[in-house]
């Protein structure tokens, strides 16, 4: 016998009373596939919306290995004890074919997992562009919603496109290893484009002036590329995760950058272009699961993929079939 759904308003109660266990099942019901939990989850949200946008939205991301973990767990801490709460949406690699996925953030962030003002979510990323969590925007809403006035989303920082994270986030910030050089050659051109703030991090014992080279390197690439917000240049800082070192430089950069965007309008714009992303992802999501729920729709499109593949139609012609049942 399955258990009696949630009562959105009930549930929007608890969450606005910090109550931790309804923020589980909160984020349990928006991730949820099944379709009668869809009005739910729409409906838990209407209700938290008056209580959300108040916090500061900020993604790291980073090359597997740079020390997104060790980092965040650092800065948690640090922000925990002067008074904020925080919320970590740590989003982990999973696997395209069986959807596994190590989940093992809440290991790397020991101390801030363990932390009464902190709330660690790992989510697998199945797969979803961006290395975020298909209902990641809901989940920063919620959480919101419970008293939560900072948001860390971790990517899984794979360069697929991160442009999903900055299109959900206020502040998107880019970890970096020290030794620019040939790295700096590699790196895409787009993600110092997306960036607000990039730090070098392990910038520790024989690192330090390796990482204050890098430094150097990408503040010089920067200057040759247009920044996000014309009033606002992304600082390059060097820090250390591991050791706690500069990450007050960098909360304070990350502070600034708000205010800079509030006092441009830029702030409230930003955030408003993302809700109407949102709406445009959803509705493309929903429309997409619509295709492949309905029954002779699902085998027209297989028989139609077997004949691309063949050779025997071409995919423009098969779209064009699609369409033509739907009614276009």
Not at 193 to 213: S, T, Y
Request: aromatic residues 2%.
């Amino acid at each position: 016998m399955s258990p009696q759904p949630p009562d959105p308003q009930e549930l929007a109660a608890r969450l606005s009373g910090g109550d931790r266990s309804a923020l589980a099942r909160a984020i349990t019901l928006v991730e949820s596939t099944r379709t009668e939990h869809r009005k739910l989850a729409a409906e838990l949200l209407q209700a938290c919306l008056p209580r959300t946008g108040k916090a500061i939205r900020l993604g790291i991301s980073g090359v597997p290995g740079v020390g997104k973990s060790t980092t965040i767990d650092q800065l948690g801490v640090d922000l925990t004890a002067d008074g904020r709460k925080v919320a970590v949406l740590a989003v982990d690699p999973s696997s395209s074919r069986s959807g596994g996925s190590i989940l093992g953030d809440k290991t790397r962030m020991s101390r801030l997992s363990m932390d009464p003002q902190a709330y660690v979510r790992p989510s697998p990323s199945a797969g979803t562009l961006g290395g975020v969590a298909a209902r990641t925007r809901e989940t920063m809403l919620l959480c919101e919603a419970a008293g939560f006035d900072v948001v860390i989303v971790e990517t899984v920082g794979t360069g697929q496109s991160e442009t999903s994270v900055a299109d959900m986030v206020d502040t998107f910030l880019v970890l970096m290893l020290p030794g620019a050089g040939d790295e700096l050659q590699g790196i895409k051109k787009g993600i110092l484009e997306l960036a607000d703030i990039i730090a070098i991090n392990k910038a520790e014992g024989e690192n330090r002036q390796r990482a204050q080279n890098a430094a150097a390197e990408y503040i010089a690439a920067l200057k040759i590329l247009m920044p996000r917000v014309k009033e606002w240049q992304p600082p390059v800082l060097t820090v250390s995760g591991l050791a706690g070192e500069g990450l007050d430089k960098l909360w304070s950069e990350v502070e600034r950058h708000r205010d800079v965007t509030q006092a441009a309008g830029a702030f409230e714009k930003t955030r408003a272009d993302q809700q109407v992303k949102w709406l445009w992802t959803m509705l493309e999501d929903r429309m997409l699961g619509r295709l492949t729920r309905d029954r002779d729709m699902k085998a027209k499109i297989r028989e139609l993929e077997a004949q691309v593949r063949s050779g025997e139609t071409a995919a423009t012609m098969a779209v064009e079939s699609i369409m033509a049942r739907l009614g276009d």
